[in-house]
Structure formats: structure tokens, C-alpha cells
């Protein structure tokens, strides 16, 4: 599993939503028979538990890159110890949509408020310095609850924002009800750098599967090797 980290220390009416509708489609099984059925996700109605509703705010964010999903944990540094405040599972498929309701959020968000305020630059390493932590010296410095080691699946995120702030909602579009498992804000500064390190990582991993091998003839005979 490879890994991206960056410290990036009211809603308008506008609100993204990434899902995977699919239309309604099916029959009743008959005695002994499996039901298959396509159902449509609704995550504008999505259900909102009274755990999720209040939300967590985040300064920064990991990610993390595993074979079928990214993960990603938003990180809290206000005050010691830094804990990880939200984590949220996503499939591969939804990252790109992810990326690009994010992207098309701040274009709307810098045509209604103006400039993006800036965070400050972060000061530029020196010959000097100490080597950046490891992803387990960076682990072993952030609190992380047992109850968030599993994580929350979502296949969906709706994106809303205020002049000073991001909310992402995360939901899970499962039958029979969308649900939001994971509410996360971020102040609009920080947003830029969640975007820039939610692509790096989505570029690496393209990388990563370009340079797969291409897999082996399962019909060949047992035992053989080709060379050229």
C-alpha cells in the first residue's frame, strides 16, 4: 500500500454528488430462487445517523493507496496528540469522480467568493534537515481510535461550501437505504492541497497499473515458458 500525506493544516445552493445510479429493473423470485434486482441510489436523500450529523473538522489528510480502494484519513493537528478525526474507504471507481466534483467545486467557489485565500508556504527542507517520517514513525505520532481502525465504506460524496468552509459528506449507497457514514470539514484554504494530493496519489496509482505485467495465458500448457 503506497502513501501521499500533506499537512494542509451555511452552504451555498451548490452541492456535488457522485453516485452510481442504475435503474430499477427486476422480477419476484420464484420459491427457491435468488433474487437479483438493480436498485437506483438516491443520496440527495440520503439518511443522516445522529452520530455523523455534527460533522469533524480536519486540518490535513492522508491518503493511502491499496490495490482495489483509497483510503483516507483526515487528520486533526490543532493540538497534541494529532489525532486522525475521520477515516473513509472509496472504491476505486468513485476517486476520479471524486477529484473532478472537487475540482469543479472550487472553480464554482472562486467564481462566486473570488481568489481562493492561501495558506501559508510551508518552509522548503534544507540539505540538513532530518529525512520525512515514515508512514509508521507518521502513525505512531496520530491517535487513531480502535473504533476507526475498520474504517467507513463510501461509494458516494456530496461536496457543499461557504465562504469559509468545505463540508464533504461521504455515503454509502446501499439497499435498501443511502446513508452518510462520515461527515468531514475542512476550511476552504485547505481544500486546494486535499485536491493536489488526492491526483498525485490517483497519477501513481494509473503508473503503478500501467506497469503491470499483462496476466499469463491461462489456456497455455502446464509448465511452459515462453522466452524471447
Given amino acids: 500500500m503506497s502513501q501521499e500525506g500533506d499537512d494542509f493544516d451555511e452552504f451555498d445552493d451548490h452541492d456535488d454528488d457522485l453516485d452510481g445510479d442504475e435503474d430499477d429493473a427486476g422480477e419476484s423470485p420464484a420459491a427457491g430462487e435468488h433474487l ?3 436498485f437506483q441510489f438516491q443520496p440527495v436523500s440520503a439518511r443522516v ?18 490495490p482495489d480502494e483509497f483510503l483516507i484519513d483526515f487528520i486533526l493537528k490543532l493540538a497534541n496528540p494529532h489525532q486522525v478525526s475521520a477515516r473513509v474507504i472509496l472504491p476505486m471507481s468513485v476517486v476520479p469522480r471524486f477529484i473532478a466534483a472537487l475540482q469543479e467545486n472550487l472553480r464554482l467557489y472562486e467564481q462566486t467568493f473570488g481568489d481562493m ?4 508556504m510551508p518552509r522548503v527542507p534544507q540539505g540538513g534537515d532530518p529525512p ?5 514513525e507518521l502513525y505512531e505520532q496520530l491517535k487513531l481510535a480502535d473504533d476507526q481502525l475498520g474504517g467507513a465504506y463510501a461509494n458516494a460524496v456530496m461536496i457543499g461550501h461557504a465562504p469559509a468552509e468545505f463540508c464533504f459528506d461521504f455515503i454509502a449507497n446501499l439497499y435498501p437505504k443511502s446513508v452518510v457514514v462520515a461527515r468531514v470539514y475542512m476550511s476552504a484554504p485547505q481544500v486546494p492541497a486535499l485536491l493536489d494530493v488526492l491526483v498525485r496519489t490517483w497519477k501513481k496509482f494509473e503508473e503503478s497499473r500501467n506497469d503491470e505485467p499483462p496476466p499469463s495465458d491461462a489456456g497455455g500448457e502446464e509448465g511452459g515458458d515462453e522466452e524471447s
Fill in 36 to 38: 437479483h434486482q438493480q
Fill in 49 to 66: 445517523p445522529e452520530r455523523v450529523a455534527k460533522g469533524v473538522f480536519s486540518t490535513g489528510a492522508i491518503v493511502l493507496q491499496g
Fill in 117 to 120: 485565500p492561501r495558506m501559508p
Fill in 132 to 136: 520525512p517520517d515514515s508512514i509508521e
